[in-house]
C-alpha cells in the first residue's frame, strides 16, 4: 500500500470511529419515534433561529432521521443482498461507488438522485450518450482493474460490486477497500440475470429509499415480461423453435445455465446447445448444421464486433454481419438462413439490465404470428424516457436490433 493510502486509511479509520446508532433517537431503542422525531427539529429551529441553548441535532442528523422516519419506519433497516449477506443500516446511503454499471442503471429506474454517486465504473465514463449525467464523477476504473486510490479519496459509505459475475475480482476490491476504511459498506447484486431481477429491484427500492419507484418500474417490467410469458407458456415444448444464438465471437455459444440460455427460453425458444455443460461453449459449424435451427441470434456489442447501441447510428454494420453469417460455408442448408431468420441484437438490450427488452425482440422474432401486437421498439423507448429519464429518440438514433 503507497504511504498516501497508509494516511488515506488512518484518517478513515478515525472518521469510521465516530459512527453512531439511529440518529435523533433519544432513549437508544434504535427506533425512532414521531415525538422524538418532533422533539428534534423543534430543538433545531430553537438553536438556529431563537437562540435557545438545548443541544440540537446536526442538519446531517436530522436530515437522516427524516428519511429513516419516512422511508423505513423509524428503524434501522436488515437487507439481504444477491450474495446471501445481510447487513444492517442505521443511516441511508449518501455516497455512493458503483463498479457494477448494470446496478447503475437499475438505481437510475428507480429514480435514484445522481448527487448520491460519488464514484463509477470507467465503463459509464465512456458511454457519454447512455450516463450523461455522470460525466466527470470519479473514475473507479473497473472490477477486473480498480483504482483503489480513487475509491478510497472519495470516502464512499457505500460499495457496490456484481454478485456473481468476476467473483474473485470483487472479494478483492472488497478485501482491499475494507483495509484502507472498515466502515464501508460493501453490496453485491447483478442487476440483469432475469431470476432475480425483480427482487433485486425492490431490495434496491427499499435500501434508496424508493420504494414506490421501485413497485412502479417492477409494474412496468412485469407487463413486458408477463405478455411474452403468456403466450409462450402455452407453447408444447416439442413445437418450440429452436435457436442457435452466438455471441460476438464466432461460433461462441450459451449452454446450460447461462444468462442467454435462460433468456431463451423465456421467448419460447429452444436452445440447441442447452444441454452443453460450459456455461458458453466454442462450439463446432458443423454441429450447428447438423441441429438445422429454426433461428439464428447474433449479439454484437463488444470484442471484435464493438458497433451499435446509443452511441452509433450507423445501421450498416448489422447489415454485413448479417450477410456473412449467410455466407458461411454450406450455411445455406440451415433453415434459419434459408428462411431470411437471421437476426443481429446488441448486448445493450438483451445483456444487462435491458435484458427484458431484448427477451420481447426475441419472442417476436421466435414467433411473429403470436406477437403481433408486441412492439418491443416502443418498450424500449418507454423505459428510456420513463425510467432512464433520457432525451432520446430512438428514431432518429442508434442502432440495436437487424432486422429492424
Not at 119 to 131: A, H, I, M, Q, T
Not at 132 to 149: F, I, M, R
Not at 152 to 172: G, K, N, Q, W
Not at 355 to 379: E, H, M, N, Q, S
Amino acid at each position: 500500500m503507497t504511504r498516501r493510502l497508509l494516511l488515506l486509511a488512518c484518517s478513515l479509520c478515525l472518521l469510521a470511529g465516530m459512527a453512531q446508532g439511529v440518529p435523533c433517537d433519544r432513549d437508544g431503542d434504535d427506533t425512532l419515534t414521531a415525538p422524538e422525531l418532533a422533539t428534534a427539529i423543534l430543538d433545531s429551529l430553537d438553536a438556529r433561529f431563537m437562540g435557545g441553548t438545548v443541544e440540537a441535532p446536526s442538519p446531517v442528523d436530522l436530515r437522516d432521521a427524516a428519511f429513516i422516519y419516512e422511508h423505513w419506519d423509524g428503524r434501522t433497516l436488515t437487507i439481504t443482498d444477491s450474495s446471501g449477506r445481510t447487513t444492517t443500516l442505521s443511516r441511508p446511503l449518501r455516497r455512493i461507488a458503483l463498479f457494477n454499471s448494470d446496478t447503475l442503471e437499475m438505481m437510475r429506474s428507480l429514480g435514484l438522485e445522481p448527487d448520491r454517486v460519488v464514484g463509477v465504473s470507467k465503463y459509464v465514463l465512456e458511454d457519454p450518450v447512455f450516463y450523461p449525467e455522470y460525466q466527470g464523477t470519479a473514475n473507479l476504473g473497473s472490477t477486473w482493474a480498480p483504482d483503489y486510490e480513487q475509491a478510497a479519496s472519495i470516502r464512499p459509505d457505500a460499495v457496490f460490486l456484481y454478485a456473481t459475475l468476476s467473483e474473485s475480482s470483487c472479494a478483492d476490491i472488497e478485501k482491499t477497500l475494507r483495509s484502507i476504511d472498515p466502515g464501508i459498506r460493501f453490496f453485491r447484486f447483478d442487476s440483469y440475470r432475469p431470476a432475480t431481477y425483480a427482487e433485486e429491484a425492490r431490495t434496491l427500492g427499499l435500501l434508496l429509499g424508493k420504494e414506490e419507484e421501485a413497485r412502479r418500474f417492477l409494474s412496468f417490467h412485469r407487463n413486458v415480461t408477463g405478455t411474452v410469458a403468456g403466450v409462450v407458456d402455452a407453447i408444447p415444448a416439442e413445437d418450440r423453435v429452436s435457436v442457435y444464438l452466438e455471441s460476438w465471437h464466432d461460433y461462441k455459444s450459451a449452454g446450460k445455465g447461462s444468462g442467454y440460455d435462460e433468456k431463451i427460453e423465456l421467448a419460447g425458444g429452444r436452445n440447441i446447445f442447452g444441454e452443453n455443460p460450459v456455461e458458453y461453449p466454442v462450439v463446432d459449424p458443423e454441429a450447428v448444421i447438423s441441429r438445422n435451427p429454426d433461428v439464428i441470434v447474433k449479439i454484437v456489442g463488444a470484442g471484435e464486433l464493438a458497433f451499435g447501441g446509443y452511441g452509433d447510428d450507423d445501421r450498416s454494420s448489422f447489415e454485413t454481419v448479417c450477410r456473412t453469417i449467410g455466407n458461411r460455408p454450406v450455411w445455406d442448408r440451415i433453415s434459419a438462413v434459408r428462411d431470411g431468420r437471421v437476426h443481429i441484437i446488441h448486448s445493450d438490450v438483451i445483456g444487462g439490465p435491458e435484458y427484458f427488452i431484448g427477451t420481447a425482440y426475441l419472442a417476436k422474432w421466435f414467433y411473429p404470428d403470436l406477437f403481433t401486437d408486441l412492439d418491443p421498439r416502443a418498450v424500449h423507448q418507454q423505459y428510456l424516457e420513463e425510467f432512464q429519464h433520457l432525451d432520446y429518440d430512438l428514431d432518429e438514433h442508434g442502432t440495436f436490433v437487424y432486422p429492424a
